[in-house]
């Protein structure tokens, strides 16, 4: 260990930050930051909604082969962005990250509506997913190292779950652009990627307002630059809620370091917190598959079993989306009283025993649209608090110099397994007309739900309330240099 004064230095940011009372800055956080997820939403469910009328003949004209391929493309774009930008935002900072990444989504999807054939379609598709996937790093990081950590469960599930907002109103932008009378068909699938690349616009110059994490800075060897920002955040909230208490703060110790290696990155994930590295790849795997499985086939459903019009689906996409949002919104404050590690366990669990006993039911005809729509409603309140946490866990599991990085990487591999096996498999049932075929899809979402329950309680740890600190030590800890 050196011992340089120069080299060590003591902090007390991180205990400064988790005794703020939360505030107009933590709200103006979680706005300018969270809400890229309801454009994630927003963005999923158009194109989703939108293929018919983007496929058809003088529009692009796309085979059904070519509609799946574009799903790949965004995919694909988000899966490398994830990966890409994740590792620059533990480099370069969060703040010039979750700026580079949402620009990167506001060209996509801006280029999308103005796509001329299948292949520009492609490719504005792809950097689109690269935008959107590099926020997942960059922004969890953000959120999580600036909000006081007896809030941080509540707020992270809440800015996950906050994809559902966009995905109600994708689905209901859905019927109004596709309704003639109010916009020209050719005109109406254009105008929704515009609009959600100009509503882009916006997040950008509300993002200019968020300082850099003051956590990022002291661990890269920028102690003075995070004081000076804790101070203004400090002042802003002493304005507003009084003085804050004079009082002896924990100060911890760190090295003046710089960004983390490739080879650290593996260290911390397989040899010092390997338990962790396999609950993070269950909880994402599991959640992910579940995911796609159900939410990217249910318009065929709808349609194939139950006769419900084109036009119609998403009216039956609302309620379903609005479940997946009041979960995390009504559950969160349980994973910071009762726990991480026994409401992760309950929600997948429940999950899973509910979306058997769904396909069971399903098999059995005995379900109208109304009513399967009701049950994934029910069943996706729990699913969906559950899979927010997932990237809590993730966050709180490896060192902040690696956060980013990490939260990435597995982000980027739930996507792949979820993203492209599950909507896979379960339309591949689907296509055999056969409601027994598409049960056993059901069954084996359920059954992976459980596996992830077994995950949580077997492999969970307590990081409610407690410092990211004190959860996972930062690489650059140090002991206090000798006097």
């Known amino acids: 260990m050196v011992k340089s004064p120069d080299v060590i230095f003591s902090t007390d940011v991180p205990a400064r930050l988790d005794r703020l009372p939360f505030s107009r800055f933590h709200w103006l956080v979680v706005i300018a930051l969270g809400i890229i997820w309801i454009l994630d939403g927003l963005e999923v469910t158009v194109v989703g909604s939108l293929s018919p009328a983007i496929a058809a003949p003088g529009a692009l004209d796309f085979t ?33 990250l979750f700026t580079v990444t949402v620009f990167v989504y506001l060209v996509g999807t801006i280029a999308t509506g103005f796509s001329w054939d299948f292949w520009s379609f492609v490719l504005f598709r792809f950097i689109t997913g690269a935008g959107i996937g590099g926020e997942y790093g960059a922004v969890n990081s ?27 109103l994708g689905a209901f932008g859905s019927v109004l652009v596709l309704n003639p009378d109010l916009v020209p068909q050719e005109y109406g699938w254009r105008l929704a990627f515009v609009i959600g690349g100009l509503l882009a616009l916006v997040i950008i110059f509300v993002r200019r307002m968020i300082p850099e994490s003051p956590r990022w800075l002291m661990t890269h060897g920028r102690p003075e630059e995070a004081e000076a920002i804790v101070e203004r955040i400090e002042a802003g909230v002493a304005r507003r809620h009084g003085p804050l208490p004079q009082e002896e703060l924990p100060r911890i110790f760190l090295r003046r370091a710089g960004h983390a290696s490739w080879l650290q990155i593996a260290g911390a994930l397989f040899r010092t917190y390997p338990k962790r590295t396999v609950l993070n790849i269950t909880l994402m795997a599991t959640q992910a598959f579940c995911y796609n499985a159900i939410f990217f086939t249910y318009a065929m459903v709808l349609s194939r079993f139950y006769g419900v019009e084109p036009q119609n689906i998403g009216w039956f996409i609302l309620p379903f989306a609005a479940g997946n949002f009041m979960g995390p919104l009504l559950l969160g404050h349980l994973f910071d009283s009762v726990g991480r590690k026994p409401m992760i366990a309950l929600t997948y669990g429940l999950a899973g025993v509910l979306m058997i006993g769904t396909g069971f039911l399903f098999r059995a005809g005995v379900l109208d649209a109304t009513q399967q729509t009701i049950a994934w409603t029910v069943i996706f309140f729990f699913a969906s608090a559950g899979a927010s946490a997932a990237y809590l866990t993730i966050g709180e599991s490896f060192p902040l110099e690696t956060r980013a990085v990490s939260i990435s990487i597995f982000y980027a591999f739930g996507t792949l397994v979820g993203g492209l096996g599950g909507p896979a498999l379960v339309g591949a049932l689907i296509q055999t007309g056969e409601r027994g075929q598409i049960m056993l899809g059901y069954a084996l979402g359920g059954g992976l739900m459980l596996l992830g329950a077994l995950a949580a309680w077997t492999l969970g740890f307590a990081a409610e309330r407690k410092p990211l600190e004190a959860v996972t030590p930062p690489l650059s800890l140090a002991e206090p240099p000798e006097s």
């Open 142 to 168: 953000a959120i999580q190292e600036l909000i006081p950590a007896r809030r941080r469960g509540v707020v992270d599930l809440t800015v996950n779950g906050s994809f559902w907002v966009g995905a109600a």
């Open 64 to 96: 059904a082969t070519e509609v799946g391929l574009t799903g790949s493309a965004y995919i694909a774009g988000a899966v490398l962005g994830s990966l890409v930008f994740g590792r620059l935002t533990d480099r370069f900072g969060r703040k010039r």
